[in-house]
């Protein structure tokens, strides 16, 4: 069964674009939930959808947002991007409530 | 709010060492404890999930118990290996799906 998967691996972006990720999750996997990844933070939950439904939100700016679709991949986009946004961005899935969650490999996001 | 803590932040152990990595958690209010592994700019690996109700679980040469009441979770590496350096990340789940993770240990298994 393929992983979780996740495109693109590697963006540089400019200050104030926005930007759009994707995540396909594992098959059969309806949660998906999204990470950023900084060496100063560690890792902070952004948000969680299940059945196209934001069932949790983390602690961030409006400027970050996402989706789910009917098969269950997931978007999240940013908007007017900030230097600080530079991150790696991780995707997760799992089966049910309380399961196993299933990382991706991540998106590189790179702002200058 | 949950707190993640893990100690120590580095470790540099020879290989062939068995070794213990130490998490810690503020609120016992969890569904179940991850212990996943990073290798440097890679996704996470889940390596164990032990569920609330659950005191240990076992796989292959990693085992990692849970005392939920003290807040406190280990996870038992055996017979090290140059492979298993690493960073170790340990999260508790706590609402819909959000895991709140610690800083992690970076593991250094010298041959």
């Known amino acids: 069964k393929a992983g979780v998967t996740q495109t693109p691996r590697y963006l540089i972006k400019t200050r104030g674009q926005q930007v759009t990720l994707s995540c396909s999750p594992i098959?059969?996997?309806?949660?998906v939930s999204w990470y950023q990844q900084t060496p100063g933070q560690g890792l902070q939950f952004l948000f969680e959808?299940?059945?196209?439904?934001?069932?949790n939100k983390g602690n961030f700016p409006g400027r970050f947002s996402g989706r789910q679709f009917s098969n269950s991949r997931s978007e999240m986009n940013v908007s007017t991007l900030e230097l600080g946004d530079s991150a790696l961005y991780l995707c997760?899935?799992?089966?049910?409530?309380?399961?196993?969650?299933?990382f991706g490999p991540g998106t590189r996001l790179t702002v200058t | 709010k949950q707190e993640v803590t893990q100690i120590p932040a580095a470790l540099s152990v020879p290989e062939g060492e068995n070794l213990v990595l130490n998490c810690s958690f503020t609120?016992?209010?969890?569904?179940?404890l991850q212990w996943f592994r990073q290798d440097p700019g890679k996704g996470l690996t889940s390596l164990l999930l032990?569920?609330?109700?659950?005191r240990e679980q076992t796989s292959g040469r990693l085992n990692a118990s849970l005392d939920k009441s003290s807040g406190r979770s280990t996870l038992y590496i055996a017979a090290s290996q140059p492979g298993d350096s690493a960073t170790y990340l340990c999260?508790?789940?706590?609402?819909?799906?959000?895991?709140?993770f610690g800083q992690g240990t970076r593991l250094t298994i010298n041959p």
């Open positions: 997760a899935s799992s089966l049910e409530p309380s399961g196993e969650q299933y």
């Open positions: 098959s059969g996997h309806r949660s």
């Open positions: 959808y299940f059945s196209e439904t934001q069932r």
């Open positions: 609120d016992s209010a969890i569904y179940n």
């Open positions: 032990i569920q609330s109700s659950q």
């Open positions: 999260a508790v789940l706590q609402g819909a799906q959000k895991l709140v």
